[in-house]
T-cell receptor, first 113, second 114 residues
């Protein structure tokens, strides 16, 4: 099976940079995804890493280290609208469990003025 | 381009009843996954449908069943409802056997079981 750990809460100020970590334990691993969810809303895809390294998409970047079973989401130039829950999700080996994603319990980010 | 749509948005049922939730995938997508999200937790994978067949299933009892139609829309059925089934039910669509890494979620159906 799979399990993921991420901090439950993070607080930062507007304009700052924040990093949300995710460590995972899995019997088979294909990739790590990140989703944003505002209160009462649908999760929105942010980023995906299948290979080690950094993926950059605008203000958001995601990093993966397969050898360390670790990844993080980096949010730069924080804005008030970034206040939301952020989930990491593991995708298992495609050949055996395609689509069977496992999500962490989420990190609530609060951006203060 | 319509995104993922779900109906109804909210639903109240009593224990023992049955419920059917509906999902239409994003235009061009052919794969639908269903998730249950309890308050304060991440989405939990229920099952995924592709080519009208259940392709993968999470750790949910047989009371949870589904269906995918030729137009790729999908239904989630839950029988013999329990109080613990109260949650936000999310549908996510993707494309083919690679697209599941990037899933597009619908707004969800909030189910309350009394």
């Amino acid at each position: 099976g799979q399990s993921l750990e991420q901090p439950s809460e993070v607080t930062a100020v507007e304009g700052a940079i924040v990093q949300i970590n995710c460590t995972y334990q899995t019997s088979g691993f294909y990739g790590l995804s990140w989703y944003q969810q505002h209160d009462g809303g649908a999760p929105t895809f942010l980023s995906y890493n299948a290979l080690d390294g950094l993926e950059e998409t605008g203000r958001f970047s995601s990093f993966l280290s397969r050898s360390d079973s670790y990844g993080y989401l980096l949010l730069q130039e924080l804005q008030m609208k970034d206040s939301a829950s952020y989930f990491c999700a593991v995708s298992p080996l495609k050949e055996t469990n395609a689509g069977k994603s496992t999500f962490g319990d989420g990190t609530t980010l609060t951006v203060k003025p | 381009d319509a995104g993922v749509t779900q109906s109804p948005t909210h639903l109240i049922k009593t224990r023992g009843q049955q419920v059917t939730l509906r999902c239409s995938p994003k235009s061009g997508h052919d794969t639908v996954s269903w998730y249950q999200q309890a308050l304060g937790q991440g989405p939990q994978f229920i099952f995924q449908y592709y080519e009208e067949e259940e392709r993968q299933r999470g750790n949910f009892p047989d009371r949870f069943s589904g269906h995918q139609f030729p137009n790729y829309s999908s239904e989630l059925n839950v029988n013999a409802l329990l109080l613990g089934d109260s949650a936000l039910y999310l549908c996510a669509s993707s494309l083919g056997d690679r697209g599941w890494e990037t899933q597009y979620f619908g707004p969800g159906t909030r189910l309350l079981v009394l």
